[in-house]
């Protein structure tokens, strides 16, 4: 799943970004910084990123924290 998730997140980038009005995402997992406490540098960490994410799927947060991305592999 996380490996799923990271290449439509991030095509593996750590330095990827998507910036909008709604949100500033940053690195692998693409955290988005205006909604969670965690920093541009922290969310390009791939050490950060890999970990955050898991510990948000353990929490059964992955289908609304990468929804797009949630919704594309489960087609």
């Given amino acids: 799943v996380?490996?799923?998730l990271v290449f439509c997140e991030s095509s593996?980038?750590?330095n990827a970004e998507n910036i909008s009005s709604v949100?500033?995402?940053?690195?692998?997992a693409q955290i988005n910084t205006?909604?969670?406490?965690v920093t541009k540098e922290q969310a390009t960490n791939p050490d950060f990123a890999l970990d955050f994410m898991a510990?948000?799927?353990a929490k059964g947060r992955v289908d609304t924290m990468w929804?797009?991305?949630w919704d594309k592999i489960n087609k």
């Fill in 2 to 4: 996380m490996s799923k």
């Fill in 12 to 14: 593996n980038d750590p």
């Fill in 23 to 28: 949100e500033e995402s940053y690195g692998l």
């Fill in 34 to 37: 205006k909604v969670h406490n």
């Fill in 55 to 57: 510990k948000n799927i």
């Fill in 67 to 69: 929804v797009n991305c």
